[in-house]
């Protein structure tokens, strides 16, 4: 019997980061894409363990979700 190798999660950071790389954007126009300011995506984008870490909204991980399965389809 095969065994299944279960992925790995991404993080926040490695989420995001390769959202932007797929969509080929910078930060300000992948901030602006998903309707946030700069500062708000800096700190989605911050390490965990630094004092501007902050914890991306379920909903924005839905959001961009959406948006990465719609630019494959139109792609």
């Known amino acids: 019997m095969a065994s299944k190798v279960q992925a790995t999660p991404l993080?926040?950071?490695?989420?995001?980061?390769?959202?932007?790389?797929?969509?080929?954007?910078?930060?300000?126009?992948?901030?602006?894409?998903?309707?946030?300011?700069i500062k708000t995506l800096d700190k989605w984008l911050a390490p965990n363990d630094t004092s501007d870490f902050r914890n991306m909204p379920d909903v924005v991980w839905a959001y961009v979700r959406e948006i990465l399965e719609w630019d494959k389809k139109n792609a």
């Open 11 to 37: 993080t926040q950071q490695e989420f995001l980061r390769e959202a932007m790389t797929t969509l080929g954007m910078t930060r300000a126009e992948f901030a602006k894409r998903i309707s946030v300011p």
